[in-house]
């Protein structure tokens, strides 16, 4: 069995391990996966994982969605990275949680579309501001607010955690949209930090339904929209997790 050392006697890692945080120095602290659990099986079976890094009372709550919409695959590398990083060397602060979900669209993801099994985009399907809008199209708003089982399962989920910050990754207008005022000076760091610009992107008219409009109405909370480029490296993708991880470290200074 490895071997781990902690206040200078031996223990097995195992042991370590079942604290959930190894401690490091100056309050950080090496992240384990403390908890990976279902918030919701799709229609065509996918299923919307999410994984916690940290422990739940953290005040400081960060959550990184990597996919919304099916055709755009990169921000679920970016989350790959992060949880690579956060099960190995990478620090954060001990008072601080991060989730990660590689993707609330599951489906989408499998049939390469935007939309969901039933052709809606989530994005237009959260109860903030929601209209009847695109049908036929894959912008499709769906039935009424929060009609679709993504949705339901992430509302449910940040009403959970009440996260002080969420981030969700879009391709591909390389820009990191800081639309919710409460949101910019997060954002404008965030946008150093990945190497995109910082721009209040909105919609073609109001936003309706969006993820970021109904956390920042009904939560207060951060959110940010990060649109990738359509084409990301690998190192492009270390970028952004390091990104994720200096803004975490930013809001929990
Ligand atoms: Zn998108």
């Not at 960060?62 to 990083?85: D, F, K, S, W």
């Not at 929209?225 to 200074?253: C, Q």
Request: proline content about 6%.
């Amino acid at each position: 069995m490895t071997k781990g050392r902690m206040r200078g006697v031996r223990v097995p890692l195992i042991v370590l391990l079942g604290f959930g945080l190894l401690i490091g120095v100056a309050g950080s602290v090496m992240a384990v996966p403390e908890a990976t659990e279902v918030l919701a099986t799709t229609k065509q079976g996918g299923v919307i994982n999410a994984t916690r890094f940290g422990p739940t009372g953290a005040p400081t709550k960060v959550l990184v969605i990597g996919q919304m919409h099916g055709t755009e695959p990169a921000g679920r590398a970016v989350v790959r990275n992060l949880a690579h990083r956060l099960v190995g060397e990478t620090k954060i602060p001990a008072d601080t949680v991060i989730w990660l979900i590689s993707t609330i669209n599951p489906d989408g993801d499998a049939a390469g579309t935007r939309v969901n099994a039933s052709g809606v985009d989530l994005n237009h399907n959260f109860p903030q501001d929601w209209r009847q809008q695109g049908g036929g199209t894959s912008s499709w708003s769906g039935p009424s607010a929060g009609s679709e089982s993504e949705t339901a399962a992430v509302l449910a989920f940040l009403d959970r955690i009440q996260p002080t910050a969420v981030l969700s990754f879009h391709q591909p207008f390389a820009v990191v949209d800081i639309t919710h005022e409460a949101s910019r000076a997060a954002g404008r760091k965030l946008a150093t930090w990945v190497g995109l610009p910082a721009r209040v992107v909105g919609c073609p008219g109001p936003c309706y339904g969006t993820l970021t409009g109904w956390v920042d109405g009904h939560l207060s909370a951060i959110a940010l929209t990060v649109e990738l480029p359509g084409k990301v490296s690998g190192a492009g993708v270390k970028r952004s997790a390091t990104a994720v991880l200096r803004l975490t470290r930013w809001l929990a200074r």
